[in-house]
Structures are given as structure tokens and as C-alpha cells.
């Protein structure tokens, strides 16, 4: 299973980008980069997946170069309520998850 | 639709006991997988039942077991509860084979263990 590395913390501001990488170096052909959000006392949620160049939803943009080796989730205009941990997921089924990215947004 | 539902809430027991927890699947589900989160860490796999069977297993001892039902509901079991059992326990419903990574989570039932 492949292993990610991504920020421990990350800091913003009300109404900017934030852009969080996330590291797979080891990545399979079959795997998906999935990214999950968590509220503290809550259980993570699905936010967006991709397996190769951009995809796009209305809450996220997840930015996959072609190595595959890293991945970018980027969330537009962010406000307090995106304060969360974010998690980079790699694989199928069985998720592993690391110790995520903890957002803080400030205003 | 109905989501993910997890009961109880919270959950004291003595070290050496047994709990039961358990979830109700998203509509359509087949598959549910358990993870447990200890308190500044992400959640870890515990195991994933698809079709009544356990289809696949992290890092837990045997101790932890668990079950899956007809309707897709599931139950987790821990005997001989430990301190270190003490954390948030997750449980996520998905659809197996298409889209399998794409899984919605409960709100966790929070044990502790005195």
C-alpha cells in the first residue's frame, strides 16, 4: 500500500486558495488519490478523487501531474468553516490514512 | 436516503470488558468497513466486510472481531477491553467494486475504557 506524506499544518486566510500537496511516491498503476475531510469529533468525508490530470467538483480541484507521484487538492476562496483536517488517501478499498493536513483558516 | 448511523454515542466500560458497536449502512451499501481513531491521529483500519464475510483486516488482534448482517448493517466487537481501546470508532459504508474509495463515514462512537 502506497504511503503519503503531506503537511503536518497549514495556515489562510478568509477568501484565498489553499493549495495542500500530497507525496505517493510509490503509487500503483490501479490506485485512486482520494481526499477526505474531517471535523473534529466526526467522521471524514469524501471530498474528491482523480486518477490522473485535473478533476473538478464543486467543492475542490484535485490536480494529479503524470508521474502520478504527488497530487495537489485545491480548495477556491476558502472561510473559517473549511478549518479541518485533510487527508490524502491512495489505493482502493481499504483506506490508509496518515496524520492529514491540519487546516486552520483565520479572518 | 438515509446516511450513516453508529450507536451509542459514547461508551464507558471497565478494562477486560466487552462492547458491542454498532452501524447502519448508507442505502445501497454492501460493503462496511471499520477504523479506529485515537485522539491527533488519522483513523486506522480495523477490518472490511462485504457480503456477510471479512474482506480484509488491519493491524488489530484477534479480539477485535466483527460482524455483517443481511440488511448490511454491522456490528464491531472488542473482548477484554484494554486502555489503549480507548478512541473514537469509525464506521464507513461503500459500494463495492465501483467506486469502492468513495466511502461515507458515521459520526464514531466514542468508547473510553477506565
Known amino acids: 500500500l502506497a504511503k503519503t506524506t503531506q503537511p503536518i499544518s497549514m495556515d489562510s486566510y478568509e477568501g484565498q486558495e489553499v493549495n495542500i500537496t500530497c507525496s505517493h511516491n510509490n503509487i500503483a498503476t490501479n490506485d485512486y488519490i482520494t481526499w477526505y475531510q474531517q471535523f473534529p469529533s466526526q467522521g471524514p468525508r469524501f471530498i474528491i478523487q482523480?486518477?490522473?490530470t485535473k478533476v473538478t467538483n464543486e467543492v475542490a480541484s484535485l490536480f494529479i501531474p503524470a508521474d502520478r507521484k504527488s497530487s495537489t487538492l485545491s480548495l477556491p476562496r476558502v472561510s473559517l468553516s473549511d478549518t479541518a483536517v485533510y487527508y490524502c488517501?491512495?489505493?482502493?478499498?481499504?483506506?490508509?490514512f496518515g496524520t492529514g493536513t491540519r487546516l486552520q483558516v483565520f479572518p | 436516503e438515509t446516511g450513516v448511523t453508529q450507536s451509542p454515542t459514547h461508551l464507558i466500560k471497565t478494562r477486560g470488558q466487552q462492547v458491542t458497536l454498532r452501524c447502519s449502512s448508507q442505502s445501497g451499501h454492501n460493503t462496511v468497513s471499520w477504523y479506529q481513531q485515537a485522539l491527533g491521529q488519522g483513523p486506522q483500519f480495523i477490518f472490511q466486510y462485504y457480503r456477510e464475510e471479512e474482506n480484509g483486516r488491519g493491524n488489530f488482534p484477534p479480539r477485535f472481531s466483527g460482524l455483517q448482517f443481511p440488511n448490511y448493517s454491522s456490528e464491531l466487537n472488542v473482548n477484554a477491553l484494554e486502555l489503549d481501546d480507548s478512541a473514537l470508532y469509525l464506521c464507513?459504508?461503500?459500494?463495492?467494486?465501483?467506486?469502492?474509495?468513495?466511502?461515507?463515514f458515521g459520526p464514531g462512537t466514542r468508547l473510553t475504557v477506565t
Open positions: 488517501l491512495v489505493g482502493e478499498s481499504r483506506l490508509i
Open positions: 464507513a459504508s461503500s459500494l463495492q467494486g465501483l467506486r469502492s474509495y468513495e466511502q461515507y
Open positions: 482523480g486518477y490522473k
